[in-house]
């Protein structure tokens, strides 16, 4: 494949601003602006909030709505993808997130993960073949009980979590309760839920969810699904994978990405730092677009890799988020121009 004049565009969303694939599409513009003759857009994402839009829109597929249950018993109606191939893809911030539930009243003792469940079997009977879920932004800390009750103790189908905290199964409730709403006491009341829903998992499943890492992501959901064989991976690695990054940069001269605030935690297991490893492996030229840079993580960067701020291309914050479609089309123009050829 001629890749002289290619450059690809794979960003994460700029959050509050634009979703990855306008942000793809403005880096493209302003690729073409600077001269090179072929753009690819890739909108990518770490498997957290965004997900399900990214893979829609760099791989195709239905967008799907089903009513599930909520976090907090009520019916909602969710959003997921099937794309080409047979891979569903499920956010279960979409079922079981906390941004479903009035700011300051989730109950979570009582938040449950059923609708996560639900929508699996959904994309089952839809004639998915594999599901991907993201577990970003829950609402919960069942230890995904409501999801594995709701599948009947048995996945349909292969499940890959997209998963990217360390966090043992039982300190779920100590990490992340508090964060949804738990008091101390509910706290106490989580972790020995846990454990004993840690305890019941072994004796139906024959799996320690306890020594499996990651398993308290989302709650504790990452590791119930992995009692019944859903097997827990990085997040940008699957989104990538799932998007064919790997094959499209080997078609290409030069690689820009970007996110909405670039800091010293972009470079670990986020969209940025996925893309510099990738694209560092082939020695490709990688320019970086973000709608504000820490000076924490320009020193961390890799040798000759380009940056622009949009707040510096605007002149300030308030350009940035007014008008972050154009200024990321003049920022990847900027770090085109010396690429081209």
Do not use: Y
């Amino acid at each position: 494949m001629d890749c002289v004049a290619a450059v690809l565009c794979c960003p994460d969303k700029f959050r509050g601003t634009l979703t990855a694939a306008e942000a793809a599409s403005a880096l493209a513009a302003g690729a073409g602006d600077a001269g090179f003759e072929r753009t690819i857009e890739l909108p990518l994402a770490d498997g957290g909030e965004g997900t399900l839009d990214a893979l829609l829109a760099a791989r195709g597929g239905e967008r799907r709505e089903d009513w599930v249950t909520g976090p907090d018993g009520t019916p909602v109606r969710a959003a997921w993808g099937l794309l080409p191939g047979g891979l569903a893809v499920v956010e279960m911030a979409r079922a079981s997130g906390l941004a479903l539930i009035a700011v300051g009243a989730n109950d979570a003792v009582a938040a449950t993960t059923r609708g996560t469940g639900e929508l699996i079997a959904r994309a089952s009977e839809a004639g998915a073949t594999s599901v991907l879920l993201g577990v970003g932004g829950s609402a919960t800390t069942d230890g995904g009980l409501g999801a594995i009750e709701a599948l009947g103790w048995e996945l349909p189908l292969p499940v890959t979590v997209a998963c990217d905290v360390d966090t043992p199964f039982i300190d779920a409730a100590r990490v992340f309760a508090p964060q949804k709403g738990a008091a101390p006491d509910e706290v106490e009341l989580l972790r020995h839920r846990l454990l004993a829903l840690a305890a019941s998992l072994r004796r139906r499943t024959g799996i320690d969810v306890t020594a499996v890492p990651g398993a308290g992501a989302a709650g504790g959901l990452a590791g119930g699904l992995a009692a019944l064989g859903a097997t827990l991976r990085p997040g940008f690695d699957v989104v990538a994978e799932a998007a064919s990054l790997e094959r499209l940069l080997d078609g290409v001269s030069f690689v820009l990405t970007g996110e909405g605030r670039l800091d010293a935690t972009s470079l670990s297991g986020k969209v940025v730092g996925g893309v510099l490893r990738a694209a560092g492996a082939r020695a490709l030229p990688v320019g970086v677009i973000a709608g504000a840079v820490s000076e924490d993580v320009v020193p961390l960067l890799p040798a000759g890799v380009g940056v622009a701020s949009l707040v510096e291309v605007g002149g300030s914050v308030e350009a940035a988020l007014a008008d972050a479609g154009s200024l990321a089309r003049r920022a990847a123009a900027l770090l085109a121009r010396a690429r081209v050829g």
